[in-house]
């Protein structure tokens, strides 16, 4: 049984560059979650993905966008990257139950480093 | 509003208990808990809702005390590969945003 799959693991852009990371959810899982992890912080929440749309965000610009595909599969974008974007972007899934917050397994990440 | 964790970090001998908290000033629905070690993503430990329905592991146990926003996460006779950083992640009622809380390090030596 495949757990949650992200790529690429590792990422070099420049200021102003565009990027899109890319998470496959753990089989049977329809919910996708996002998540920025600075260095020593813990994650902090992107958004999540639901039936293809996104169903809750965070305080997050909207320079982070995202998608979600009919097979559950889910596209971070972040656009204009600032030095600050810097950090491991977590994917994490789950089952989208409403009303009931499942556990949510994630990936192994994604290390963005913008220079 | 973040989660506060206490400790902020804590060094055991093999064998010995910890306690790590996580206190909310918002109403909670859920808690989850979580251990991550250096360069890895976090693996899921327990979750915890409200009304005192509680999964989990065998020596890593939890408790969610409703009135006061407050869950507490037990780790007995620990392990080496209990070493990491634990966090807290928390959910309201009507939400699917899990804010994690401040972390712990806790480190378990020989």
């Known amino acids: 049984d495949a757990g949650v799959t992200q790529s690429p693991t590792h990422l070099i852009k420049t200021r102003g560059q565009q990027v899109t990371l890319r998470c496959s959810p753990k089989s049977g899982h329809d919910t996708v979650s996002w998540y920025q992890q600075a260095l020593g912080q813990g994650p902090q929440f992107i958004f999540q993905?639901?039936?293809?749309?996104?169903?809750q965000r965070g305080n997050f610009p909207d320079r982070f966008s995202g998608h979600q595909f009919p097979n559950y599969s889910s596209e971070l974008n972040v656009n204009a990257l600032l030095l600050g974007d810097s950090a491991l972007y977590l994917c994490a899934s789950s089952l989208g139950l409403a009303g009931s917050p499942d556990t949510q397994y994630f990936g192994p990440g994604t290390r963005l480093t913008v220079l | 509003q973040q989660p506060v964790q206490s400790p902020q970090a804590v060094i055991l001998r093999e064998g010995e208990d910890a306690v790590i908290n996580c206190s909310s000033s918002k109403a909670l629905y859920s808690v989850h808990w979580y251990r991550q070690k250096h360069g890895e993503a976090p693996v899921f430990l327990m979750i915890?809702?409200?009304?005192?329905e509680q999964k989990g592991h065998e020596k890593i146990s939890a408790s969610f005390n409703e009135k006061k926003q407050q869950s507490s996460l037990y780790l007995t006779a620990s392990q080496l590969s209990y070493s990491g950083t634990y966090f807290c992640?928390?959910?309201?009622?009507?939400?699917?945003?899990?804010?994690f809380g401040t972390g712990t390090r806790l480190k378990v030596l020989a």
């Open positions: 915890l809702l409200k009304g005192g």
């Open positions: 992640g928390t959910a309201t009622s009507g939400t699917y945003k899990y804010i």
């Open positions: 993905y639901y039936e293809e749309e996104e169903r």
